[in-house]
């Protein structure tokens, strides 16, 4: 098995969704959500504070050419890609939230500083993990490059009498209407030498910079409104309005010989300029050019988490998007050690949660299982934005206060605590993080909770029910047992939630979906949950009908406006592939029901037709890694149950594959595993495998899962293949908590 790091592409998802056109039950799905990945290709360091991209103002996420896109196929803003400089701090993946940083825009120039905002078309360009380059129309070469606190930037100019590397600070956001970032306040001086030093606050918070820059015998200016500032080296803005904004920066400037090149190196920090300038020395040192040394660093970085993860077989196509969704899966959040700007102490700093809502199912097991240590820190950082701002986050970015997204979901940390607690992942005081989570519990649809056993949007009811649970686990495990068991009885409460007469959830109002959507989510009592749907045939009956099990292609929407195309679609209640969350564990439920074939179908349909090696090749947006996760755990034969430290088993795409997890390793290896191109190589989708046997460290495994602590312990789990399904984890179901019998 070999390092798969160079089949990354970073180019996958960063175009409007184009998959081959789906066959058989993938084409009976219905996507109503934004069609686009969102992804950037710009250069990213492995869970790190920063990133670097090319900036053209358009969606996604400022790299693009699409207009803002909340369903269907996103419109075109531009016919080509093409940049106005070079951005850093950007979303990977997320949707139309209108929160993209892309502050301290670079640009190269042989353009006089009017020319400034100019879009030139991008040639030539390759995208590496950490590493993005392009040459624009002007023939300048752009080199971009990150560490974790860092960047670096190079380029190489053509001949020209007055060239010129102009870094604007007052730029930020989006090029399109509600988009823009405007800074509160700003600080900057011009240090002589080839250095600057800065600070924004952006959103309440402040973003430090220190730039050095080589560029022997070149001027160093300010400016302001495109004007130089002769002479003067500070500029200082105590009150900035969108109504007084006037662009304003450094420019570095001077005669260029063809094939010259020019590094510019910039520290960032949330604690000042000194901080930034530290940052900047320990990782690059200065007074010295990086460029080489920064890529370098940062592609081993990338290589140690790739050799975490190895697999054999597969087609090149296969593993291109295999290894791209472990990239992206590893981009997001941003950990900022020691830069909290909202408390003084050290420590992990977590942002760009965005949101809890998209990463806690799939993503954060990721990380826990690739990075312990960062899936600790992660949430310890969580726990420290509740003790200091009074909730644990739905959403946080690099900003003042949380983005809670209430209206997502409710006590969503509490599933990440709850495995956190049972894997035994160290550093955290789990005595105060049990007292944030049942004051947690308490807040803003918890009030209704606690007082009506019921909530309203009533997918908040199963969110705090299942919170309850996952408290539960934690006091019992401390020895708070008559707490436990308090938490336990309003857990129940999620039965509340359902009509038991259809099955599903009661009618409600429902965040992007629908009833369907999210009545087949995996709680902490599927037992009970089947049979209050009826028994499992029953059960079978609607998940069949959800995933359109007989039924005839539907037709995708297109780009907007829409009329009755949405209406009808909606109509549908189907199952939204990977487009939409809430869908995301839907699949696996299959499991609880005994019957792992219709898993195994629905996820080799999902993986062959949803997923391509280009750059419309994801079925809609990343969300900072969630829908990348689930891509690879899916591909593994692996689905975590968040919150309940279980694993599901099935049928994996690869013969043979190996996770590397605190040193342990965990090996899957297949028997009869069939070999076949998939559909976007041959414009159809191989016959799904089933499993007929699996054991595990030789032991036979008849139930289709394992726990956390397995997974993490490593062993090797072996799992026979075949074409037709088996009696195999038709009897032994998955635990759910009405099973037990201690109360």
Known sequence: MQNILDSVDPLIGTGATDLPPAQGLAATWWWPKAQVGNTHPGASYPLGMVSACAYSGAYPTGYGVYRISTEGQPTQLYD????????????????????????????????????LGTLWNLHDEVAEPGYYAATLDTSVRCEVTVGAKTAVHRYTFPESRSARVVVDFSYGGLAIEHGRTVPLRAHMQS??????E?????????????????????????????????????LDFDYIRRTTLRPFGLILMGPAAAGQTVELKMGFSLRGTEQARANLDDELGLGRTRFDKCRSRTRKK?????????????TEARRTVFATSLYHSLIKPC???????????????????????????????LITALAPRRGAALLESLIRVC?????FPIGYRMAKGADRFFRQGSALAHTALADGYLLGLDGIDWDWALVHMQDDLRRVYGEDFLEKDVVHPVTHTLDLAYGYHCTSLIARGLGDRRLADELERRAKHWAN??????????????????????????LHDMAGRIELAGGDDRFVELLDAFFGYGQPPVRQLGTPPFADEYRAGAALHRFEGLNNEPDMEAPWAYHYAGRPDRTAQIVQ????????????????????????SWYVWASLGLFPVAGQNLFLVNAPAFATASLEIGGNEFLIETIGHRETPISYETGTAPAPQFVQSATFNGKPLDGGFITGNELHGGGRLQIELGPEPSAWATKERPPSVSDRTDG
């Open 387 to 391: 003790e200091e701002e009074g909730n």
């Open 605 to 628: 349909a999902a993986l062959a037709y949803q997923f391509a090696p280009t750059r419309g090749g994801l079925p809609g947006n990343d969300d900072s890694g969630a829908l990348s």
């Open 80 to 115: 080509r890609n093409q940049a106005s400089g070079f951005t850093h701090f950007q979303q990977s993946g997320t949707g139309a939230i209108r929160k993209y940083y892309n502050y301290f825009r670079v640009t190269p120039m042989i353009e006089p500083l009017d020319a």
């Open 198 to 234: 800065g600070t924004l606050v952006m959103e309440g918070v402040p973003l430090s910079v220190f730039i050095e820059a080589d560029t022997p015998d070149w001027r160093q200016l300010l400016w302001y409104d495109r004007r130089l500032v002769d002479g003067g080296t500070r």
């Open 497 to 522: 939630a359902f009509e038991p007469e259809t099955g599903l959830l009661a009618k409600s109002t429902y965040y992007e979906g629908g009833r369907w959507n999210y009545s087949f989510r995996l």
């Open 191 to 196: 240090l002589g030498r080839g250095q600057a």
């Open 302 to 314: 990338w290589s140690s988490h790739f050799d975490q993860v190895k697999v054999d077989g597969g």
């Open 335 to 365: 950990f900022a050690d020691d830069e909290s700007p909202f408390w003084p102490t050290p420590g992990p700093f977590v942002f760009d949660i965005c949101t809890m809502w998209d990463i806690y199912k799939t993503q954060i097991p």
